[in-house]
């Protein structure tokens, strides 16, 4: 029960986080001001992370395997981060949430030959009717405006297999290390941080000038949720196995992203999310279940 109560506040967390990123995206109009914006929200997570290792990480139990996991995750983070911006901007929105969570299927696929984790060949085949559901879910009613260019389809791909290969890295680091999930944030985030702004400085085209709610409001918002986000995924990763604790934060994501989109933000749903929903929670019940 401990680690399904830590998924659902994680995802809490990050569908707070989706808010404030919805709300502030409309003034991130140029790549410039979305890297500068980038860069100072993984900045403070990294302070936010730097002052929790302070008062809570033991320096006695951190290892190697404890920093090269965490340096992957923050390598891995920042490829997700800066490809997803790069795909928003080439226009590539009908696939991007399919990719984004469809990442899953590295760490479910991966965790029982590197993990040990136990899969049952029902828990495959539930999965597997897991993928076309997340697919309906994140149908926003938009349609592809033109046709998919060789550089479209590399960046999807670099957004699909870095959300995977970060989601893995929280199950590895729960395995191979004793030390807290504090030092994993904090260097996670510190990596990010450095090629946020290394990216910024070299790719700038002008000064960033953003509305002060930005900096009073959403960027506060966003830090302290994507920190509590990924630090409550990473508890979570000890108590549930890989098949149960990805897919579960994913379909509730998209769900609390359905119910932010209806009641916030007035948008539609469609046929497909009602579809999407009904197949996605049998096939969570059946994961769990079976």
């Known amino acids: 029960m401990t680690g399904y109560i830590f998924v659902l506040l994680s995802t809490l967390c990050g569908s707070a986080k989706g808010f404030a990123g919805k709300k502030s995206s409309s003034d991130l109009d140029t790549f410039s001001k979305t890297l500068f914006f980038g860069a100072l929200r993984t900045l ?14 033991d320096i006695s139990t951190i290892s190697s395997p404890a920093i090269l996991i965490s340096v992957l995750s923050g390598i891995s983070m920042s490829v997700f981060l800066l490809t997803w911006i790069m795909s928003v901007r080439r226009g590539a929105y009908v696939q991007l949430d399919v990719c984004c969570q469809t990442g899953i299927v590295i760490p479910c696929i991966l965790a029982a030959p590197i993990l040990g984790e136990k899969v049952t060949v029902m828990q ?13 879910l994140s149908d926003r009613g938009k349609k592809a405006t ?17 959300s995977g290969v970060n989601s893995l890295t929280v199950k590895l ?12 944030n904090l260097v996670t ?14 790719m700038r085209r002008e000064k960033p000038t953003l509305p002060k709610i930005h900096y009073t409001v959403y960027l506060p918002m966003m830090a302290i949720c994507l ?3 990924i630090f409550l995924q990473a508890v979570a990763a000890k108590h549930l196995d890989s098949m149960i604790l990805f ?27 009602t579809v999407g929903l009904f197949i996605a ?6 994961i769990n279940m079976l």
């Not at 403070?44 to 990480?57: E, L, S």
Request: charged share 10%; glycine share 2%; net charge positive.
């Open 173 to 184: 680091y729960s395995s191979f290390t004793d030390c807290d999930t504090s030092f994993y």
């Open 44 to 57: 403070m997570c990294a302070v936010i992370g730097a002052a929790v290792c302070i008062f809570k990480t």
């Open 247 to 273: 897919p579960l934060q994913t379909v509730l994501g998209l769900f609390f992203s359905y119910l932010m989109a209806v009641f916030l933000f007035k948008e539609k749903p469609t046929a497909k999310n």
């Open 146 to 162: 033109s046709k998919m260019k060789p550089g479209d389809i590399f960046l999807l791909f670099a957004v699909w297999l870095s």
């Open 281 to 286: 929670t049998a096939a969570i019940i059946a």
């Open 124 to 136: 495959y085949a539930a999965f597997a009717f897991l993928i076309p559901a997340i697919s309906l």
């Open 189 to 202: 985030f510190s990596v990010a941080a450095i090629v946020f702004a290394s990216a910024y400085f070299i």
């Open 227 to 229: 920190y509590l986000n």
